[in-house]
T-cell receptor
């Protein structure tokens, strides 16, 4: 069974810092990898989707990379803002279309 | 346009009661997924529909859990004889379903928080 791990579990940074969130997965046979954001009491919002043939995707201040062979992905957030405070979840899709999620990184950006 | 909606948002049940959770996917989305998210954990897959066909129910934790999507749009997740360990947030997601071998973004609803006393 696919296992997805996210490090660190929680992260606190001052506003304006650049930061990196890490995700690793055990089975490299994936179709794609997605990064989501989850705010308290709300559902998940998709941030970036990287297809297995791609190495990175960018959206605004966010950049996600994928290294399938080593089973790793990173989410880079530039110039962090208090509004970025949330839990960030990494998920991979194998052959069955369902997502396998990590346990998330809880980010707090301090004004 | 409207996103995925779920009802109720919160449900409190006494142990042993049956509950039904509803999901309205985005109009035209072929694929529908149910996930269970325990406190402090990431969501875990329960079941997957393509139109009205339930193609994968491998994540359902016991035969007390049952899901249906009879007309290929709205879906209901039913839990019979609820137990305390069923307490969690139940998330529904839908996607366009672009065909075999192609994956697309899943859009999530706000979830139903179930508390079993």
């Amino acid at each position: 069974k696919q296992e997805v791990t996210q490090i660190p579990a929680a992260l606190s940074v001052p506003e304006g810092e650049n930061l990196v969130l890490n995700c690793s997965f055990t089975d490299s046979a994936i179709y794609n990898l997605q990064w989501f954001r989850q705010d308290p009491g709300k559902g998940l919002t998709s941030l970036l989707l990287i297809q297995s043939s791609q190495r990175e995707q960018t959206s605004g201040r966010l950049n996600a990379s994928l290294d399938k062979s080593s089973g790793r992905s990173t989410l880079y957030i530039a110039a962090s803002q208090p509004g970025d405070s949330a839990t960030y979840l990494c998920a991979v899709i194998g052959g069955a279309n369902n997502l396998f999620f990590g346990t998330g990184t809880r980010l707090t950006v301090i004004p | 346009g409207a996103g995925v909606s779920q009802s109720p948002r919160y449900k409190v049940a006494k142990r042993g009661q049956d509950v039904a959770l509803r999901c309205d996917p985005i109009s035209g989305h072929v694929s529908l997924f149910w996930y269970q998210q325990a406190l402090g954990q990431g969501p875990e897959f329960l079941t997957y529909f393509q139109n009205e066909a339930q193609l994968d129910k491998s994540g359902l934790p016991s035969d007390r859990f049952f899901a249906e999507r009879p007309e290929g749009s709205v879906s209901t997740l039913k839990i019979q004889r609820t137990q305390q360990e069923d307490s969690a947030v139940y998330l529904c997601a839908s996607s366009l379903g672009l065909g075999a071998g192609v994956t697309d973004t899943q859009y999530f609803g706000p979830g139903t928080r179930l508390t079993v006393l």
